[in-house]
């Protein structure tokens, strides 16, 4: 039995490792660990790093296999500024794995908000009115009109990293789908 850390307590982030190792003897931890990026990074490299840096915190606690990273950010396009998520497992043996997901444009009012030097999550808390929109739908529900969450969107980046770790023999499954 293997043990996965997040790093992260961001329910959206946690419940997407959960939901896709659920049926595996996988041991799901989370821990609020830093990214040693910007608060809202500003490119993949930027995103991908915070990523990386999260995973590799997991691996400093006691009984811990793998660990996972899950980070947000925006990237510059020719065509404006686009949301973009990525994720990185890397295991106490050194290895590491990296995977990227959905790319939507950003509106314009955002993306100026954002070259501002507002915080994505701050500037969709101020348009859906919620709170907690962090924790559920995310930029990506507002800009998708709820057809993709949070959730879902870091679950299909965490498939990808599972997949990759398997294809080389890391966290094979134990029990029979």
């Known amino acids: 039995m293997w043990t996965i850390m997040i790093g992260s307590k961001n329910r959206a982030k946690v419940h997407a490792l959960q ?18 990026v910007a608060s809202q990074p500003f490119s993949d490299q930027e995103t991908i790093q915070g990523a990386i ?14 660990g996972v990273g899950l980070e947000g950010g925006v990237v510059r396009s020719e065509y404006g500024l686009f949301l973009c998520n990525w994720g990185a497992l890397v295991s106490q043996t050194g290895d590491q794995w990296v995977a990227g997901g959905a790319r939507v444009p950003l509106p314009q009012e955002v993306a100026h908000e954002l070259e501002g030097g507002k915080e994505l999550g701050d500037i ?6 919620n709170p907690d929109v962090r924790m559920t739908d995310g930029a990506i529900g507002y800009l998708t009109d709820g057809e993709i969450s949070r959730k879902a969107m870091f679950q299909h980046v965490v ?14 499954r134990t029990v029979t789908h």
Request: glycine share 6%; with cysteine.
């Open 159 to 172: 498939h990808l990293l599972i997949g990759q770790a398997r294809r080389d023999g890391h966290l094979l």
């Open 124 to 129: 969709m808390e101020s348009l859906t009115k």
């Open 53 to 66: 840096n999260r995973a590799n915190h997991c691996l400093s606690f006691d009984g811990v296999d793998y």
């Open 19 to 36: 939901e896709v190792v659920i049926r595996d003897k996988i041991i799901v931890r989370s821990e609020a660990v830093p990214s040693d």
